[in-house]
């Protein structure tokens, strides 16, 4: 067996020491990471906040959190092996480029399962809040969630061709007994839906255009554009928009 250069083997302690700290730091980036988004989550109280922070936040909190574990896992795995390592430096080498390609391959693959997998988890709980009975602050009453042809008489003018004019949708809740109405602003550009050719809900509005603008006697139409970030799969729609109240076009 050969001599061991005690330069190098000194170099390979200081080392393992150095790079279990900076694994660690990783590690509680993705714990702060993690437990800040829960605590903001949980002191918001109302669903379409809630709702709202879910849908712009989670996916990409949960990424980050899981890239900075893989980092954490790869510098890791530079400190172990210590006898083959040490027994020259084209070893320590060797460790170097192979657990760098490992970090980058299971990076890879968890941006793919969080991408596709994870909006599955985070819709089902999308839905929920959006179909949560909402309670009128004033009074504590349930209120209903009115269909679209009921919900009409209750949008504002500038709402209804806010629909008219790109994907967006309205639900209004209202309390039967006091008349009180909440109304929530939903973005279609936002909102990831199941696409019929992958089956992943990751089919999303990526445009949107007029296709004829509501009057007071006729509907409008609003073609809209999706695409799918799995597997590419494209679509257009066509959706019915409200009639305008007034004579403003
Ligand atoms: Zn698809």
Request: proline share 2%; with cysteine; charged share 25%.
């Amino acid at each position: 067996m050969e001599e061991l250069d005690p330069k190098y083997v000194s170099f390979l302690d200081t080392w393992n020491g150095w790079i279990n700290i900076i694994a660690l730091v990783f590690v509680g980036i993705a714990a702060i990471l993690s437990l800040y988004y829960l605590v903001r989550l949980l002191a918001i109280s109302d669903p379409k906040r809630k709702h709202d922070f879910i849908n712009n936040n989670e996916i990409n909190m949960f990424w980050y959190s899981m890239l900075n574990l893989t980092i954490a896992g790869g510098l890791y795995l530079n400190t172990v092996a210590n006898t083959y390592v040490q027994e020259e430096v084209m070893h320590f080498i060797v460790r170097l480029f192979i657990t760098a390609s490992f970090t980058t391959i299971f990076a890879l693959i968890f941006n793919s399962l969080i991408k596709v997998y994870y909006p599955f988890k985070v819709n089902r709980r999308l839905n929920q809040l959006r179909h949560k009975i909402r309670v009128n602050p004033n009074n504590g009453n349930k209120m209903k969630l009115l269909s679209e042809e009921e919900e009409d008489k209750h949008m504002t003018d500038e709402m209804i061709e806010e629909e008219a004019r790109a994907s967006v949708d309205f639900d209004v809740w209202f309390d039967e007994e006091t008349g009180y109405t909440k109304i929530e602003k939903y973005d279609g550009t936002s909102l990831a839906v199941e696409c019929p050719s992958c089956g992943y809900r990751t089919l999303r509005v990526i445009e949107d255009q007029i296709l004829r603008s509501p009057t007071v006697d006729e509907e409008g139409e609003l073609e809209e554009f999706l695409a799918c970030s799995y597997c590419g799969h494209k679509e257009r729609k066509v959706v019915v928009t409200h009639r305008l109240r007034t004579k403003t076009a």
